[in-house]
């Protein structure tokens, strides 16, 4: 069924109403914009109602006045002599359209204005009129915009979540003029999201900021990946953190999967088109931006571990390298015992490229994960990596963890293969859970010496070695493994006096 | 441990003194091999053998920089501190990174090295030893900045205020040279290949 449309009997109303002078009178005098007829000496011979609204005069308290009464008075001298010189020539020294021109408002300030200009003869008489539109809004709008335009090109040179959150806040408050304003990125590991910014008025009442979960309004946000709204009046639904707390109205625009970005203010305040474009517009820059940063880190780890691979195969096989080259030499000379040392350095030459590659390889990586049981891996393991004369023992509690088998063998293989190498061919090596407040892992300990002066921080960095005949990625590979896990590894001594690894999967 | 090689140690010979400090006895040995038909070569496996080693005979010193107990670096500033004359090269698997601009070495080489290049090296630092202080030092900086070039990245080299200051040096000792030179009614060209090699 069609709409019903204007009847015949309408379209013939209007037909009339164009044809009384009346309708365009009222048309103007009752337009949104104000109208303004000067003539040639710039005295005010008309002005509709809508100068009230623009410019705070009655209609008739303009009439008979100067134009410039409602100019600022540094345009005054530029218009009469851009009147003059047209009434002489004919030239228009502006574009007569549409130009943005600050008007003088009845209370003494500015405003903002995009007049057209109009020129009509009417019963021989010349005329000039001008509509002035208010663009007071537009023009702050624009600025607005313009300041977010600024603080993104900021943004994107901050290179850590806290550099960007301050400076995300930072344009909350002063540019959108949300005093309360947080920047919440997402835990992976504990899966709530956490503070990383404040502003001051949010550090104020906020001394202590909650990490956010289900039930509040970043929460929601985040998990739906869409932006929501709340005000303390208006629905008793939205969740939200503290219903009771300071916080009038709040407005939670999600970043992605990085957190969220939190507006409000403990005023009364709405959340109109514009102001809900400009927090979006803020939140759009710094998704982006918490990702070029996320990218960026992830670079420049790529790029460090590029290095240090790279510094490996020079630095690392170089010794060896030159041993072979110094041995064939001597072998040469006549010294055949040099081959046996010439053997060794081929040996260490090809261990360190097994080390190099498995890093290189896998890296902080895991491939699938599945129920591992710690006791048949580490057995396993024993079986390649463990001496004959040395001994494995696993406490019977040990867990069944979430990991990928081939790399969890690996890191056991190399904590034996380094307990072995410190602790001697009749060492003693324990797998025990961890229980109490610690648990959540296993640790590795064994009887040997322990690390002695050795500073156990320095223990996973790539080819620290304090055994000639070691390469120094194993305990490296170890803490790769473990962090692709999401585990944390730190080394003790054990409780023999020996060397204690301790895995925290938790 | 200490040991004056075979060949040379019946006397105190005329024949310049290498020493060569490497903590893998095998590599000291092949030096030794390498460059005993030239010199008389003393070796050291340790830092506490190499200082004990050294003294004013010895005119180039070719020195490890990781080993244990005493690093070569260690070694280095031991030998500066006793003012003895040495040229040092470090000859090492270790990358030269910025921290060799303070390190008071002539010259920095990267193993693995064969006995040509031990012989260029060596002959290079004799050299060295007819020239004064001033292009001593030229030289040390023009090597560094060559060792550093030749390892790190330009943005890296840009970024360095040390390799900076190492490039302003190496321009006043440049133009100082030149001046001394000039004084002396002579150039850089006119001293010749022996001169040119080393730059």
């Known amino acids: ?506 | 441990m200490t040991e004056t090689h075979p060949d040379q140690s019946e006397m105190r010979s005329t024949e310049p003194v290498v020493l060569v400090v490497d903590d893998e006895p095998r590599v000291a040995e092949a030096f030794a091999l390498w460059l005993e038909d030239d010199y008389e070569v003393r070796t050291a496996t340790s830092g506490a053998a190499a200082l004990e080693a050294a003294d004013d005979d010895v005119s180039v010193a070719l020195l490890d920089r990781q080993m244990p107990t005493m690093t070569g670096d260690e070694v280095l500033a031991a030998l500066r501190e006793r003012a003895l004359d040495i040229r040092v090269a470090m000859v090492t698997g270790i990358d030269p990174d910025f921290d060799i601009v303070e390190m008071p070495f002539d010259e920095y080489i990267q193993k693995p090295v064969d006995g040509d290049t031990l012989h260029d090296v060596v002959a290079r630092l004799r050299t060295l030893n007819q020239y004064d202080d001033s292009i001593d030092e030229l030289y040390r900086v023009t090597q560094k900045l060559a060792t550093l070039e030749a390892q790190l990245s330009e943005r890296a080299l840009a970024d360095n205020d040390e390799y900076q200051r190492l490039r302003e040096r190496k321009a006043t000792l440049s133009e100082a040279a030149d001046a001394a030179l000039d004084a002396a009614g002579t150039s850089t060209d006119a001293l010749g290949d022996e001169f040119a090699r080393l730059f």
């Open chain 1, 1 to 506: 069924m069609a709409a019903p449309g204007p009847s015949a009997d309408t379209d013939t109303g209007l037909d009339a109403l164009v044809d009384d002078a009346g309708f365009f009178r009222s048309l103007v005098e009752h337009g949104s914009d104000a109208i303004v007829t000067i003539d040639d000496d710039s005295t005010i011979r008309y002005a509709n109602q809508g100068v009230h609204r623009v410019l705070g005069y009655r209609p008739d308290d303009l009439i008979g006045d100067s134009l410039t009464t409602i100019m600022p008075p540094r345009f005054h001298d530029a218009h009469f002599d851009a009147v003059d010189h047209y009434l002489e020539t004919g030239d228009r020294r502006l574009d007569w359209n549409a130009i943005e021109m600050p008007g003088q408002h009845a209370d003494g300030h500015e405003i903002q204005l995009s007049i057209t200009f109009e020129e009509h003869v009417h019963n021989g008489v010349r005329a000039f009129s001008g509509i002035m539109r208010d663009v007071s809004r537009q023009k702050a709008y624009a600025a607005t915009l313009e300041s977010l335009q600024d603080i993104t090109h900021t943004l994107m040179q901050a290179r850590t979540p806290g550099a960007i959150g301050d400076h995300v806040v930072g344009a909350a408050v002063d540019i959108i003029g949300f005093p309360v304003a947080s920047l919440y990125r997402c835990d992976d590991a504990t899966g709530v999201l956490r503070p990383v910014a404040q502003s001051d008025a949010a550090a104020a009442l906020f001394a202590d900021p909650p990490a956010l979960s289900a039930g509040s309004l970043a929460w929601h946000a985040f998990e739906t990946n869409d932006s929501a709204v709340y005000h303390a009046d208006a629905d008793a639904t939205t969740p939200v953190h503290d219903p009771d707390g300071p916080m009038i109205a709040e407005y939670a625009a999600p970043l992605g999967e990085h957190g969220v970005l939190l507006v409000g203010d403990t005023d009364d305040v709405a959340f109109d088109d514009h102001t809900s474009r400009l927090i979006e517009l803020l939140a759009a820059n710094t998704q982006a931006a918490l990702e070029r940063a996320t990218r960026e880190a992830e670079r420049e780890r790529q790029n460090e571990q590029l290095e240090r691979f790279a510094s490996i195969v020079s630095h690392d096989l170089r010794d060896p390298l030159q041993t072979a080259r110094a041995t064939v030499a001597l072998a040469k000379a006549g010294d055949d015992d040099a081959l046996t040392d010439l053997t060794a350095a081929l040996d260490r030459m090809d261990a360190l490229i097994a080390d190099v590659l498995t890093l290189a390889k896998h890296g902080q990586t895991v491939g699938e994960t599945e129920p591992v049981p710690v006791a048949s891996v580490a057995a396993d393991a024993w079986s390649t990596a463990g001496a004959p004369t040395a001994s494995l023992s696993t406490a019977p509690d040990l867990p069944t963890l979430n990991a990928d088998p081939e790399r969890l063998r690996t890191l056991f293989e190399n904590l034996f293969g380094n307990a072995v190498a410190h602790g001697g061919d009749d060492v003693t090596v324990t797998v025990g859970a961890l229980t109490g407040a610690d648990s959540g892992g296993f640790f590795v300990a064994d009887d040997g010496d322990g690390f002695g002066d050795t500073d156990t921080a320095q223990l996973f960095d790539y080819g620290y070695t304090t055994d000639t005949d070691g390469t120094g990625f194993g305990l490296s590979i170890v803490r790769d493994i473990a962090t692709a896990h999401g585990w944390t590894i730190d080394a003790t001594t054990s409780d023999s006096g020996g060397a204690r690894f301790t895995i925290h999967t938790q």
